[in-house]
């Protein structure tokens, strides 16, 4: 079965300081990956994705994340973490072979302490 | 431009009552998605569209929600007779056509938040 895994239900970090938000994904192939972040009373709004080459993806405000093929992890990341980075951010993935088909973790809440 | 729109925002229903949900996309966004997601969970896909045509509906729960495209633009999501394990929030997207070798960014609508009593 296809899975995406979000392990952290929530994180914080002070301001200032670095961040990582972990993605682990279970998809056949060699899937698509990307990071939506979600505001309150907001739709998901698209950070970043990673298609192939470069393993390191850089984003929207910015936030990176490192692809691991051999460890299936999609972590996003961001040097210096800003109050205003406070909010929902979700994993997805979609599958080579299956184009319209997205598959979401449950979703990371990230509070940056000032 | 203008994003991906839902109306209406909030939706409370009483169980058994039918509901219709509206989502109005990017204009020239060939594909639509619609997505339901439970409070503390992340998206789970419904059904997809390709203009008018709906080429994906594996993830309808039951054969109470349907949805349709008519002119492959404005697209509404109906749920009948619902009931309380409807409630949730139903998000729209859109993107340029997806082929299976290329990779078009969901742009997602505000979400319809629907409560059943």
């Known amino acids: 079965a296809q899975s995406v895994a979000q392990p952290e239900d929530q994180v914080n970090v002070a301001e200032g300081n670095p961040l990582t938000v972990k993605c682990t994904y279970s998809?056949?192939?060699?899937?698509?990956l990307f990071w939506y972040v979600q505001y309150p009373n907001r739709g998901l709004q698209f950070l970043l994705k990673y298609i192939t080459g470069d393993n390191l993806v850089k984003g929207s405000y910015g936030f990176e994340a490192e692809f691991n093929k051999s460890q299936t992890s999609f972590h996003l990341k961001k040097p210096s973490a800003l109050v205003s980075d406070s909010a929902l951010y979700f994993c997805?993935?979609?599958?080579?072979?299956?184009?319209?088909?997205?598959?979401f973790g449950s979703g990371t809440k990230l509070n940056v302490k000032p | 431009g203008a994003g991906v729109s839902q109306s209406p925002r909030y939706k409370v229903a009483k169980r058994g009552q039918d509901v219709a949900l509206r989502c109005d996309p990017i204009?020239?966004?060939?594909?639509l998605f619609w997505y339901q997601q439970a409070l503390g969970q992340g998206p789970e896909f419904l059904t997809y569209?390709?203009?008018?045509?709906?080429?994906?509906k594996s993830g309808l729960p039951s054969d109470r929600f349907f949805a349709e495209r008519p002119e492959g633009s404005v697209s509404t999501l109906k749920i009948q007779r619902t009931q309380q394990e409807d409630s949730a929030v139903y998000l729209c997207?859109?993107?340029?056509?997806?082929?299976?070798?290329?990779?078009?960014?969901?742009?997602f609508g505000p979400g319809t938040r629907l409560l059943v009593l």
């Open positions: 569209f390709q203009n008018e045509a709906q080429l994906d």
């Open positions: 204009s020239g966004h060939v594909s």
């Open positions: 998809v056949s192939g060699n899937p698509y």
């Open positions: 997805a993935v979609r599958a080579r072979y299956n184009f319209n088909k997205f598959y």
């Open positions: 997207a859109s993107s340029l056509a997806l082929s299976s070798g290329d990779v078009k960014t969901q742009y």
